[in-house]
């Protein structure tokens, strides 16, 4: 035993050493947050105050077993580390750092829930607790666990360990004493437990609905895609946000927030075996931990997420409907999101499958409100709207913008000759050339019948009637036929200018509808100026 014994080697860990929200969670038995931000402080000082009652506990241990020093660690999962909770000492090399569990004589408890070492070897594994040479005659040590709430998801062993200067064994009053006082510790701390819980649980609660209703302001889907943003920054800090939407085997990044361009935007990736396939496919939310090893892709083809230490996507699922998309989160930060905080984000991420759903329905219904269903074009109603728009731009900056008005010669010969679904066919193809000749920014839209329009911001008279014959001679070059007949078919078109025809926006319609009607007159399959008139 004794050779088993020299192969443990006690490892130590400076207070110094641990991270920032380890030392922050020093007070608390149990694993609950990475750092105390969801805690009250009012309810920190209760916390620390139940620490007392523990240590006055294990005094009053110490002294009924004439022990030397009497400590309580605690495991934290995060870490890998025991972390000292409470104790009572008389020991001048008492240290209360914190150890690397599995180290040292504590290392026996591996396979065991409870160790007695009497006497206590001189070649046993170092107590972790003695920073140099101790007189320990006897030693025991025990593990205990509170009450577990497996929603909470807050499983941590305790260990409590004694050490005496006796080399005697421990007598079996002195166990049923060491029972005792764990059963009296173990309802301390479960109280302790039940009520920073409480108070985590009512912060989530909070923040959950600030997050919801800050979603729920959101109607068009670039309002949805910054309030979803918000909404989960509420709940955990991210170097980098982005929203994916799913279509077949693809998906396509359609937001991205924080610190890197957006040139991934609205690019196609193959799903397949990426960490965003895999959410996908499974509908749930991954990695199991947010630690990124980086040894699968998180987007297939793409190494915007290389270099972070936590990354995690999560699914955008409603009731047993197909995952519309993804969340992808990630952090420069190890274990970003603790066990609530991915609870909570599961909570929004299916509400932001809702909105974007929603968002989208909505814009696809606007569109067809203000798209001629025949053409695919601006219907009258947007071309309103626009003209409207354009003319207060205009009047407001003094810029120009020109009106030209078409019309298909003799459209009423056509129906009659060949039936209304040729004539839609002629439409149809009229529009083609409308929307080949308007630059981006320009609005062409079918407002009658046979009727169409174009507006051109920021463009002069020369300029349009430029437009307008390219557009004449486009249509006149069409081949459109009939049972085999070869069907001409050609445009006239009126052109007015804003502000050199006039300053008022009914006016501009007039006249340039007056320089339309000129060109009937004059012949059809002409372009005609209202100021050559």
């Known amino acids: 035993m004794g050779n088993w014994f020299s192969k443990l080697t006690g490892q130590r860990k400076k207070q110094s050493d641990i991270s920032d929200g380890q030392v922050a969670a020093e007070t608390l038995p149990f694993y609950l947050e990475k750092n105390s931000g969801m805690i009250s402080s009012d309810r920190l000082n209760v916390v620390r105050q139940f ?305 974007v759903d929603l968002a989208q329905s909505h814009e696809h219904i606007q569109q067809m409100t203000i798209t001629d269903p025949l053409t695919g074009i601006a219907n009258r109603r947007a071309f309103q709207r626009a003209f409207s728009a354009m003319y207060e731009r205009a009047k407001r900056r003094s810029g120009s913008f020109c009106l030209i008005i078409c019309d298909i010669d003799l459209f009423k010969r056509v129906n009659d000759a060949y039936g209304h679904p040729f004539g839609d066919q002629v439409i149809q193809h009229v529009a083609s050339q409308l929307s080949d000749v308007v630059r981006i920014g320009d609005l062409a839209a079918r407002i009658g019948g046979e009727e169409f329009a174009v507006l051109l911001e920021d463009s002069t008279l020369s300029g349009a009637f430029d437009v307008a014959e390219r557009l004449r001679k486009k249509v006149e070059n069409l081949s459109l036929s009939y049972q085999g007949e070869l069907v001409p078919v050609t445009i006239s078109a009126g052109v007015a200018a804003f502000p050199l025809d006039t300053d008022n926006q009914e006016k501009i319609y007039h006249y340039a509808d007056q320089a339309l009607y000129c060109a009937k007159e004059g012949g059809r399959n002409r372009s005609v100026c209202w100021k050559n008139l």
Not at 93 to 115: N, P
């Open 51 to 355: 620490r007392d009652v523990v240590e006055n506990q294990l005094k009053i241990l110490r002294l009924s077993l004439k022990a030397t020093s009497v400590v309580i660690y605690w495991s934290d999962p995060s870490s890998d580390l025991l972390i000292h909770y409470a104790s009572s000492s008389q020991a001048t090399t008492f240290d209360c750092c914190a150890v690397l569990e599995g180290s040292g004589v504590l290392g026996l408890l591996k396979d065991q829930q409870q160790i007695t070492l009497a006497p206590y070897q001189s070649n046993s594994p170092p107590i972790p607790y003695y920073g140099k040479s101790q007189n320990v005659g006897s030693f025991f040590a025990q593990r205990f666990t509170c009450e577990e709430d497996e929603s909470r998801k807050s499983a941590a062993d305790s260990v409590l360990c004694v050490d005496r200067s006796i080399v005697d064994d421990w007598s079996p009053q002195e166990r049923v004493l060491i029972d005792a006082s764990i059963s009296q510790i173990t309802e301390s701390l479960t109280l302790a437990r039940n009520l920073l819980f409480t108070d985590v649980e009512r912060r989530t609660l909070q923040l959950v609905f600030d997050g919801l209703r800050t979603l729920n302001s959101a109607l068009d889907i670039e309002s949805v895609y910054s309030t979803a943003t918000e909404a989960l920054g509420l709940i955990v800090e991210t170097d980098l946000l982005a929203i994916s939407l799913t279509q077949n085997n693809y998906h396509e990044i359609c937001y991205i927030s924080g610190e890197h361009p957006t040139s991934a935007l609205n690019h196609k990736f193959i799903l397949d075996d990426s960490l965003v396939g895999q959410v996908v496919k499974y509908r749930r939310t991954l990695p199991e931990r947010t630690s990124y090893s980086g040894r699968a892709p998180v987007v297939n083809g793409l190494s915007l997420f290389d270099g972070y230490k936590s990354v995690l996507v999560v699914p955008l699922l409603q009731d047993d409907r197909p995952v519309n998309g993804v969340l992808i989160l990630a952090s420069h930060a190890e274990d970003m999101v603790t066990w609530n905080g991915r609870e909570m984000l599961e909570v929004l991420a299916a509400q932001v499958a809702i909105k």
